[in-house]
Structure formats: C-alpha cells, structure tokens
C-alpha cells in the first residue's frame, strides 16, 4: 500500500534519548568502579599481611589502570545494550589488561613482594565475577528504563509501498509536503526539525530521490538508511536490518554520544567563565555602538545550523542600520561604505563576534565547527551549496565561532567558487577527523588569528 494514502503517518514530536544514554553511561561507570573497588577491599581481608599495598591502594591501581584501558576501546558507548555481548568482552579485557599492567609496573618498581599474592589472585577473580554480573544486571535494567529501545526511530515514507515495520513513529513525507529539495534551505530546515530527536531513519522513496536524501541524512547528524527494494545503491555504507527486511546504510552521526558530550562540556567549560571575564568589555562594546551610529547594539540574522535546521546568529553591530543586508547576498569589502567606524575596529579585532558565545551558551553552536553561512551567501555568483552539494553535509556538526579553515586562512569574502571550495574541504576534513584534541588545537590556533589582514 503506498504510504501517500496514509495522512496519519505524521511524527510525533519526541524526547531525545541522548541524554538518557548519557546518564546511563554515567551509571555503568560507577557501577564498574563499585564492582572493582569492593573486589580488592574484600580480597585485602583474606590476603594475610602485606608490607605496603593495602586493599585501597590495590583497588586504586586495578582502578586507573582498567578505566584508561576501558575509555581507550570505547567500552561506554551504545554496544552496552545494543551488542551487550561485545561489551562485556572488551570490559573484561580491559580489566584483564589493568591485571596485567598491575604486575608489570610493581615487578620493575621491585614492589611485587609487597603485595599478597592470594589477596591480588582472589581480588581479581572477584573483580571479573562483580564486573561480569554487574554488566548482564544492568543492561537489563537499563532497557526497560530506555521503554525498550536504545534509540527512537523514525520510519520516512517519500512516496513508496512501505511494508509495516517494528518501528513507532513514520513520517508522511508527500502528505507533509516535505521533499529533500538541496536548492531549498527552508524545506531542509522544515525537515531537519521533523527530525529532530530521532536518532535512526529509515526511508523508502524512488531510487531517484535517494541521493539527496542521503546528502540530507549526512548533514542531519543522524543515523540514516534506505529500505532495500533493489539492487541500486546511494553511496552505500553498510548493510542494516529492520524486522525482516533489508536496509541500506547511507549515513552516521560523525560523532558518538560520548564525543558530543565531551565536547558540550569543553564548550561550556570556556563559554560561562569567557562571559563573565567579559561583560565588562562587552558593555562598553555595546555602549560604544549605540553611540557611533543609531540603531540596536546586536545584529541578528539567520543562519544554517545543525542537521541545516535555521537559527539566529548574534553579533554586534558593524553596519549602518539602514545598510544592513540581512540575506547576506553583498560579503563586506575593505572599502565597504556600509561599516561604521566603530564597526570597522570591531571586525578588525573580531571582537564583533563576541555575542556567539550566547549562541553556544543556548546550544546552537559551539566554540569549534563549521563557520554558519548566511542564507544568500555567494561564492562568485553562485549560492554556496550550488557550487557542491555536499555543502550539506558540513552541518551534521553544530557551527562554530571558528574552525578549522579559519585557522588554517579561508577566511574574508567569498570572492570565487574556489573560495568556498577551500572552506569546504576544511570543514568536512574536520568532520571526519574529529577529535577532542584536535578541537582544543583549533581553539589555541585561533588565539593566534583573531587580528588577520582578511579582517574588514
């Protein structure tokens, strides 16, 4: 039956169960702390005398040791409870690794005969006994927390038969008038925010409309896949399942829950100390403004956010009120008549990009990432996404006060296609890339540019 017949094939708004995974994460940690720690306090009472180690110092090595190990091979993550299996064996390795370290180090430290070899033995065994039993508890637990499912799901239907499958929600994409139009950045963003919340797609749509779905999916940070009715392919990545029927993996969030944790806690870790450090620089910035020209102190224009979902972008005026483009079709020039003379230090000093820090504090960017465009930005004469498509995909990340082509020079006005070309390749090598380390490198190498000869 063709799923344009069904106008209550609508989703529903949901909950994200991100930060439900987070926590759960959270709470298997402590858990395998508990089960490590009370292992060794148990064994140091059958261990006979020990010179140094007692059961707290022993509990305490077996501890860093297991969690360097365990963080190293992405032991908390989504595997726990969708191949608990999986997890459990590369739980007890690290353990076993910990174990091992354990008698390296106190045998090339000459402290192996400080400690109880029964109390380090049964400590052991106890640990992976507490570890193992712990783990199969727990998973169970958390499933019926989780209503069963580790991630919500959405069923997409683009004008295809769609046969019924084991997932809740299902979105009518042709009675919603919703199409993966890439020339459209207001359809996009009208589906990024039917998306949002989900964690997994499914789509069945024609064979033809497949590849800008999968430039969509990218781009929307999600976990995406086509239902298999043959033998053409968009791209594909993997091969999934869903009940008894085939899917096409097409696209995955480019960074797991873990990831995008550690770096909301790095961007608020900066941003609430950088706003209080400043308000008293940002009160006479917006002073100075208010006096230089008339008009408000904050210019406020949208831009192309998260999973191409729109958002409004703060910065502090540079521009004469009534010369203000906020479609961003005209890129400022060195000469440019429109920037008022405060505005011309403030973008020279970049400190006109201050009020982002807002805009990370609310979520809708962070300190690192892909720099947000305006809608009609142009490279030449083209608009961006119509010199490559893949423009898209820059947006499965938040966007960034800077980032990777910032630092490495793409910066200024687009004065070329090449202009953005470069850019873009930044950004999606950032994408691929990513890592925690290499956003703190962007954010010390940004400190360096803040003053650059393409600033005006």
Same mark, same amino acid.
């Given at each position: 039956?063709?799923?344009?017949?069904?106008?209550?094939?609508?989703?529903?708004?949901?909950?994200?169960?991100?930060?439900?995974? +987070?926590?759960?994460?959270?709470?298997?940690?402590?858990?395998?702390?508990?089960?490590?720690?009370?292992?060794?306090?148990?064994?140091?009472?059958?261990?006979?005398?020990?010179?140094?180690?007692?059961?707290?110092?022993?509990?305490?090595?077996?501890?860093?040791?297991?969690?360097?190990?365990?963080?190293?091979?992405?032991?908390?993550?989504?595997?726990?409870?969708?191949?608990?299996?999986?997890?459990?064996?590369?739980?007890?390795?690290?353990?076993?690794?910990?174990?091992?370290?354990?008698?390296?180090?106190?045998?090339?430290?000459?402290?192996?005969?400080?400690?109880?070899?029964?109390?380090?033995?049964?400590?052991?065994?106890?640990?992976?006994?507490?570890?193992?039993?712990?783990?199969?508890?727990?998973?169970?637990?958390?499933?019926?927390?989780?209503?069963?499912?580790?991630?919500?799901?959405?069923?997409?239907?683009?004008?295809?038969?769609?046969?019924?499958?084991? +997932?809740?929600?299902?979105?009518?994409?042709?009675?919603?008038?919703?199409?993966?139009?890439?020339?459209?950045?207001?359809?996009?963003?009208?589906?990024?925010?039917?998306?949002?919340?989900?964690?997994?797609?499914?789509?069945?749509?024609?064979?033809?409309?497949?590849?800008?779905?999968?430039?969509?999916?990218?781009?929307?940070?999600?976990?995406?896949?086509?239902?298999?009715?043959?033998?053409?392919?968009?791209?594909?990545?993997?091969?999934?399942?869903?009940?008894?029927?085939?899917?096409?993996?097409?696209?995955?969030?480019?960074?797991?829950?873990?990831?995008?944790?550690?770096?909301?806690?790095?961007?608020?870790?900066?941003?609430?100390?950088? +706003?209080?450090?400043?308000?008293?620089?940002?009160?006479?910035?917006?002073?100075?403004?208010?006096?230089?020209?008339?008009?408000?102190?904050?210019?406020?224009?949208?831009?192309?956010?998260?999973?191409?979902?729109?958002?409004?972008?703060?910065?502090?005026?540079?521009?004469?009120?009534?010369?203000?483009?906020?479609?961003?079709?005209?890129?400022?020039?060195?000469?440019?008549?429109?920037?008022?003379?405060?505005?011309?230090?403030?973008?020279?000093?970049?400190?006109?990009?201050?009020?982002?820090?807002?805009?990370?504090?609310?979520?809708?960017?962070?300190?690192?990432?892909?720099?947000?465009?305006?809608?009609?930005?142009?490279?030449?004469?083209?608009?961006?996404?119509? +010199?490559?498509?893949?423009?898209?995909?820059?947006?499965?990340?938040?966007?960034?006060?800077?980032?990777?082509?910032?630092?490495?020079?793409?910066?200024?006005?687009?004065?070329?296609?090449?202009?953005?070309?470069?850019?873009?390749?930044?950004?999606?090598?950032?994408?691929?890339?990513?890592?925690?380390?290499?956003?703190?490198?962007?954010?010390?190498?940004?400190?360096?540019?803040?003053?650059?000869?393409?600033?005006?």
């Amino acid at each position: 039956m063709d799923a344009s017949t069904h106008g209550e094939f609508i989703a529903p708004r949901v909950r994200s169960k991100r930060l439900q995974r +987070i926590q759960l994460y959270l709470e298997l940690l402590a858990l395998d702390c508990v089960a490590i720690v009370s292992a060794f306090l148990i064994s140091s009472g059958v261990g006979g005398d020990t010179n140094v180690f007692d059961g707290w110092q022993l509990a305490l090595m077996a501890l860093i040791g297991y969690l360097g190990f365990a963080l190293a091979a992405d032991v908390y993550s989504a595997t726990n409870f969708t191949d608990p299996r999986a997890s459990l064996r590369r739980s007890v390795s690290a353990l076993l690794y910990a174990l091992v370290a354990m008698v390296f180090f106190t045998y090339v430290a000459h402290a192996s005969q400080q400690i109880s070899r029964l109390a380090f033995g049964f400590g052991a065994v106890l640990a992976l006994a507490f570890l193992v039993t712990g783990r199969a508890l727990f998973v169970r637990v958390a499933l019926r927390r989780l209503e069963g499912s580790l991630l919500n799901e959405l069923v997409i239907c683009d004008g295809m038969e769609t046969p019924p499958l084991p +997932i809740p929600h299902r979105l009518n994409a042709r009675a919603l008038r919703l199409s993966p139009d890439l020339d459209d950045p207001e359809m996009l963003d009208r589906i990024g925010r039917h998306l949002r919340g989900f964690d997994r797609v499914v789509v069945s749509c024609p064979p033809e409309r497949r590849d800008a779905w999968t430039l969509l999916l990218r781009g929307a940070n999600i976990d995406g896949e086509f239902l298999l009715s043959d033998r053409m392919v968009a791209d594909v990545m993997a091969l999934g399942r869903v009940g008894s029927y085939a899917t096409h993996i097409v696209s995955r969030g480019p960074l797991s829950t873990s990831n995008r944790a550690a770096k909301r806690c790095l961007d608020l870790a900066i941003t609430v100390p950088a +706003i209080l450090l400043l308000t008293p620089l940002l009160l006479i910035v917006a002073l100075a403004v208010k006096l230089d020209s008339p008009g408000p102190v904050f210019f406020n224009q949208l831009r192309v956010g998260r999973g191409n979902q729109l958002f409004r972008i703060y910065k502090f005026r540079t521009m004469r009120t009534e010369q203000s483009d906020h479609s961003g079709t005209r890129s400022a020039s060195r000469d440019d008549d429109r920037i008022t003379r405060v505005g011309r230090f403030l973008r020279r000093t970049s400190i006109d990009e201050l009020p982002q820090l807002f805009n990370v504090l609310e979520g809708d960017m962070s300190l690192v990432g892909p720099r947000p465009h305006a809608l009609g930005s142009l490279a030449g004469d083209k608009l961006f996404w119509q +010199i490559d498509q893949r423009y898209w995909l820059r947006h499965a990340l938040k966007p960034g006060i800077t980032g990777l082509a910032q630092v490495r020079g793409f910066r200024g006005a687009t004065e070329s296609e090449a202009d953005l070309e470069d850019r873009l390749a930044a950004d999606l090598e950032y994408l691929q890339d990513w890592s925690i380390w290499r956003e703190i490198s962007i954010l010390v190498s940004t400190a360096m540019v803040v003053v650059h000869r393409k600033a005006f």
